[in-house]
C-alpha cells in the first residue's frame, strides 16, 4: 500500500534533550513538509523540501531541523532549543511544491515533553 | 498574505440533519482551496479541492463545497450527516510554499 508512516506514534521527551521524528513516504512525492498542531490553532508550518538535499524553513522554524537525503525519508529533529515542543506533529507530502497540488497526510507522533 | 478563517469553533447537528461549514479566504487571484477532515489523533485526509471551472466541487464521503468568489466563500456541505461524520474539519488555501490552514471546525453529531 502507497502511503506516508510516521513514527513513533507517541513520543515522550525530557527536558533538554533532543529527539527526531521519523517520516517516510513510498507515493514517489517530491515534496515533504512538517506541520504542528496544537489544540485551536490549526497547522502551522514548520520546515519543507521540494527536492533531495533541499529544505527551507516554514512559519515556525526556531527550534526545529530537519534533513532531506532520500526522497522518501523527511526526519524532524525537535531540539533543546525549541521552548515549546509538546504538541501533534504531521508530516505530509505531494507531487509537486506549494499549494497546487494535494497534499497527503501521515497518521502523527504526538510528543510529550516531561 | 493567502489565508483562510473560519467562523465557527463548534457546530453540533443531528444525524440526518444537513450541514454546512464555513470558509472564508483572503487572496486576490483565484484560490486553490482544500476541506481536508481529521480524526480524534489521526492525521488529515482529504476530502476536496477547488483549483478552477465548476464551482461547485464534489468530493468524498458524500461532501461537496462551492466557491463564491463575490463572498470569498468556500463552504462545506452534506445534506445528510452521519454519525462518523464526527470530526475536525479544516479549510486551507494554497500558498507558494504550501497550504495554509484555517482552526479547524470541530463538528459534534447528536442522535
Keep these: 500500500d502507497g502511503g506516508i508512516t510516521q513514527s513513533p506514534k507517541y513520543l515522550f521527551r525530557k527536558e ?3 529527539v527526531t521524528l521519523s517520516c517516510e ?3 514517489n512525492h517530491d515534496a515533504m513538509y512538517w506541520y504542528r498542531q496544537d489544540p485551536g490553532q490549526g497547522l502551522r508550518l ?3 523540501s521540494q527536492i533531495v538535499n533541499d529544505f527551507q524553513k516554514g512559519d515556525i522554524a526556531e527550534g526545529y531541523s530537519v534533513s532531506r537525503e532520500k526522497k522518501e525519508s523527511f526526519p524532524l529533529t525537535v531540539t533543546s532549543a525549541q521552548k515549546n515542543p509538546t504538541a501533534f506533529y504531521l508530516c505530509a507530502s505531494s507531487p509537486g511544491t506549494g499549494g497546487v497540488r494535494s497534499q497527503y497526510f501521515g497518521p502523527g507522533t504526538r510528543l510529550t515533553v516531561l | 498574505a493567502q489565508s483562510v478563517t473560519q467562523p465557527d469553533i463548534h457546530i453540533t447537528v443531528s444525524e440526518g440533519a ?3 461549514l464555513r470558509c472564508n479566504y483572503s487572496y486576490g487571484a483565484t484560490p ?3 476541506w481536508y477532515v ?3 489523533g ?3 485526509q482529504l476530502l476536496l479541492k477547488y483549483f478552477s471551472g465548476d464551482t461547485l466541487v464534489q468530493g468524498i464521503k458524500g461532501f461537496e463545497a462551492e466557491f463564491k468568489r463575490s463572498q470569498s466563500s468556500f463552504n462545506l456541505r452534506k445534506p445528510s450527516v452521519h454519525w462518523s461524520d464526527a470530526a475536525e474539519y479544516f479549510c486551507a488555501v494554497g500558498t507558494p510554499k504550501a497550504l495554509n490552514f484555517g482552526k479547524g471546525t470541530s463538528l459534534l453529531v447528536t442522535p
Excluded: T
Design chain 1, 46 to 48: 514548520i520546515y519543507y
Design chain 2, 18 to 20: 444537513s450541514l454546512e
Design chain 2, 38 to 40: 481529521q480524526s480524534p
Design chain 2, 42 to 44: 489521526q492525521g488529515l
Design chain 1, 16 to 18: 533538554g534533550q533532543n
Design chain 1, 25 to 27: 513516504q513510498n507515493l
Design chain 2, 32 to 34: 486553490y482551496l482544500f
